[in-house]
């Protein structure tokens, strides 16, 4: 009864929120939303998804402007991404830029749910509140991001490992393909885990996502006749737009480490992110009792990816609720609760203390989530998963 009560109240739901998107509710239209919101309009118009030249003289016939007036990034994702949300852009931008935050905010509360499955009521609660009130998280729902279904997908992997819900695992896992640089740690090491449980479980699983990953291949043409290529060179040609090179507002430790020892570029920052994972993945060899378990996994990948990856911007760090959720699910003693509010609230801190530049201090907070989780393993904590 419950699935059927699901299905019914979806579409009202979202009835509610479109008609709710003509109210005078703030968003701002033309800040990291317009990407994704122009390369599905010139999909409706025919244009390829990775044709950016096309995409800009659509916008600046749109804007009466010439190209050379039109500031729009390329649209960085796969091109299932952009079906999935195709279609916002039959809204005017203004409305479906209201729709896009209320998707997003739709996303973290289910996500959220899903992560505190299992906690006390009380605290599960304060949870939801909490999450909106973390800086990242924040950030992201103003600037109309892309990372929330990237949230959403590892609270449902982190639910249906526990349920044994193959279906939940495949839609989880293909939406942390939506955004690559963050999601292929993350979908590799839950491929991994599969393979290594040898269960019936395990085999439909692998499976489904094979027929999933084949699907979303094919579909992809209908974007892009040559999204395989294209896709590749957006990717590569990325690093060439102005401001993304140097990327001051960049949150990465490889980045960070390769300005102290003075390299520049995202080329040196490659190589150290490199680096980092190596030694990482041969620190870890040590520690797999603890790491194959499935909670475990993915709040320890959630971890290494935001330490590892190169290119990272402060919303990126909404993935951080995982090993936040993971902590609130031991945290007992009141040297867990003060850790836990440091980690929580430094981020505030850094933003009052140093604006903007302050966003370098989500490094802080996440060694010390990884620290946490160090120091779990070292006692051999593995009954605090309960996700195997």
Not at 136 to 142: D, E, S, Y
Request: hydrophobic residues 55%; proline residues 6%; aromatic residues 14%.
């Amino acid at each position: 009864m419950k699935r059927y009560l699901i299905w019914l109240l979806a579409p009202i739901i979202l009835g509610l929120m479109w008609v709710s998107s003509y109210l005078p509710i703030p968003a701002r239209p033309h800040l990291d939303f317009q990407v994704l919101y122009y390369a599905n309009l010139g999909l409706l118009r025919g244009i390829a998804l990775y044709d950016h030249i096309s995409q800009v003289g659509m916008l600046a016939e749109l804007a009466a402007a010439r190209p050379e007036q039109v500031n729009l990034h390329p649209f960085p994702y796969p091109p299932w991404y952009a079906l999935s949300t195709l279609p916002l852009a039959m809204l005017p931008i203004s409305v479906a830029a209201r729709f896009w935050l209320q998707l997003n905010f739709a996303m973290l509360m289910l996500a959220v749910w899903f992560l505190t499955e299992g906690l006390k009521p009380g605290l599960r609660l304060a949870t939801f509140p909490l999450s909106v009130l973390f800086l990242p998280v924040l950030g992201a729902l103003f600037v109309g991001q892309y990372v929330f279904p990237v949230l959403l997908g590892l609270g449902l992997v982190t639910y249906a490992l526990r349920q044994k819900k193959p279906y939940l695992i495949v839609l989880g896992v293909t939406l942390l393909t939506f955004k690559p640089h963050l999601g292929i740690l993350l979908s590799g090491a839950l491929i991994f885990y599969l393979f290594q449980q040898k269960s019936k479980f395990s085999s439909l699983t692998l499976r489904i996502l094979l027929g999933t990953g084949i699907f979303l291949f094919i579909i992809g043409y209908l974007a892009d006749p040559a999204w395989p290529a294209e896709y590749f060179r957006s990717l590569t040609s990325y690093q060439d737009i102005a401001g993304v090179q140097s990327c001051d507002l960049c949150v990465s430790l490889p980045l960070l480490l390769a300005q102290l020892v003075g390299m520049q570029g995202f080329n040196s920052a490659f190589l150290i992110a490199g680096i980092l994972m190596l030694i990482l993945i041969i620190s870890l060899y040590w520690k797999r009792e603890f790491i194959f378990r499935a909670r475990n996994l993915i709040v320890l990948f959630v971890l290494i990816t935001m330490l590892v990856s190169p290119y990272l911007l402060n919303y990126d760090y909404v993935l951080l609720l995982v090993p936040f959720a993971w902590y609130l699910s031991w945290a007992k003693g009141r040297s867990d609760w003060i850790i836990l509010g440091l980690v929580y609230i430094l981020p505030w801190v850094g933003l009052g203390l140093f604006g903007r530049q302050g966003n370098q201090v989500l490094l802080v907070s996440t060694v010390g989530l990884a620290l946490l989780l160090w120091q779990k393993s070292r006692k051999n904590q593995t009954n605090l998963d309960v996700g195997s």
